[in-house]
């Protein structure tokens, strides 16, 4: 299913480039990499319940 990737390609499009300046290819590795911590443990999901993916994955995944 692609809609996950899709998902995650929108933010980036949307949310990355207003965060994050782009200045040099490394500075956009060093910054994706912040981007998509910040996405999966502290940027909360309405469609996951206000949790953050990491926190949602733990608590319906793991929980078992």
Do not use: M
């Not at 590795?29 to 912040?34: F, V």
């Not at 999966?40 to 319940?49: D, F, T, W």
């Amino acid at each position: 299913d692609n809609a996950v990737i899709e998902s995650l390609f929108s933010h980036l499009k949307t949310e990355f480039v207003c965060h994050y300046s782009i200045e040099s290819l490394e500075q956009v590795k060093n910054d994706l990499t912040k981007f998509v911590e910040y996405f999966n443990n502290e940027r909360s999901q309405k469609r996951l319940g206000y949790l953050n993916p990491t926190s949602y994955f733990e608590t319906h995944f793991l929980a078992v």
